[in-house]
């Protein structure tokens, strides 16, 4: 669902949370898989990161609430940029709103996972995303 040619190379964190940044960067590591983790701590940074072309990511993690450009206004704005609608976005909040999660499938959203609890969790979260491409979330489709 995700994956380029098999393998998923690089992704970026959009996330206004340090503390669930590193958290993210050290669960991939637990992983082993050869990935690169961009972030970006709102929607207009990593806006302004995508549009330089430094980097194109295979996936985003895209926070909803966050300063100066939170996550709907930004998927919003990179489904409407050439080089940058067709990356697969994938929510990553602590919201469950059932409203929320329908705006975020609605505007091209590929996923919604809510950030689990446990360090753990997040591993095996990562672990599914990334190897199988797929979740256990709402979005899921069998």
Known sequence: ???NNGELKTL???DDDQ????LF???LAELNHP????????GQEAL???????YRPDLIFLDLNMPLMNG????ERIKDIEHLKDIPVIIYSTSDEPREMLTARSMGAVDYIIKPARFNELCKL???VLTRGATTTPFQQD
Do not use: P, S
């Not at 503390?19 to 590193?22: A, I, L, N, S, Y």
């Open 48 to 54: 302004d990161q995508l549009c330089t072309r430094a």
């Open 25 to 27: 960067k050290l669960a």
């Open 1 to 3: 669902m995700y994956k």
């Open 35 to 42: 990935i690169h983790c961009f972030t970006a701590g709102n």
């Open 12 to 14: 970026l964190l959009v």
């Open 19 to 22: 503390d669930d940044q590193e």
């Open 72 to 75: 709907i206004v930004f998927l």
């Open 126 to 128: 990562l672990q599914v």
